[in-house]
């Protein structure tokens, strides 16, 4: 295991809604980055936090919002719900901004009726 | 926007038989290329993080190529096993795109006893 955690494990929302998901990080990193992976396709970039702050961002929209805390662990918001949110996301720590490894927690499951 | 394929998408072999994927990836702007192997309901698990034209990974029965002259990397696995049923992603990173993968869509492959 790598020692990524997510919490929840499963989440069912209605469209409209807004959503919390957590991500706690390997011991001793402070980046982390979150994607979304659709049905069928690889992940795709959201957005990433290092030392508590945005710093990099992929083609999503504001909607999608995250924080970084203290103690590195990291939350994504994603507000209005779409059907199209439906989604595995999954986070990934690292040490640093240019680190060669990132380790994957095992993702939330969201699905929007 | 940045273009990562994998092949193919999907493969069913035999135990015992040796298999490969191909990701190919832009040939410009390299930082690094990385492997998962993906098991469902768990975390994605790196297996290789190549940087340098000609890197030739290995470890156990899986091994990696990469030319970033003409943008590809093949994973083998030699013998396959079982439990080497997986998805096998590879994922693309440029230079001063922090921690970004750019993930191909993955090849998943099931192994019959």
């Known amino acids: 295991e790598t020692g990524v955690t997510q919490s929840p494990t499963h989440l069912i929302k209605t469209r409209g809604q807004q959503v919390t998901l957590r991500c706690s990080s390997q011991?001793?990193?402070?980046?982390v980055s979150w994607y979304q992976q659709a049905l069928g396709q690889g992940p795709q970039f959201i957005f990433q936090?290092?030392?508590?702050?945005e710093n990099g961002r992929g083609n999503f929209p504001p909607r999608f919002s995250g924080l970084q805390f203290p103690n590195y662990s990291s939350e994504l918001n994603v507000n209005a719900l779409e059907l199209d949110d439906s989604a595995l996301y999954l986070c990934?720590?690292?040490w640093g901004e240019g680190a060669y490894e990132q380790y994957f927690g095992p993702g939330t499951r969201l699905t929007v009726t | 926007i940045l273009n990562v394929e994998q092949s193919p998408q999907s493969l069913h072999v035999q135990e015992g038989d040796s298999t490969n994927f191909t990701c190919s990836f832009p040939s410009s702007n390299f930082y690094a290329l990385h492997w998962y192997r993906w098991e469902t309901a768990k975390s994605p698990e790196a297996l290789f993080v190549m940087t340098l034209n000609g890197d030739e990974k290995k470890k156990g029965r899986i091994s990696a190529t990469l030319n970033t002259k003409e943008g590809y990397s093949y994973l083998y696995i030699k013998g396959s096993q079982p439990e080497d049923s997986a998805t096998y992603l590879c994922a693309f990173r440029a230079p001063y795109a922090g921690n970004m993968l750019t993930f191909g869509g993955g090849t998943r492959l099931m192994v019959k006893p």
């Open positions: 936090y290092y030392r508590e702050e």
């Open positions: 990934a720590s690292s």
């Open positions: 011991s001793g990193h402070n980046t």
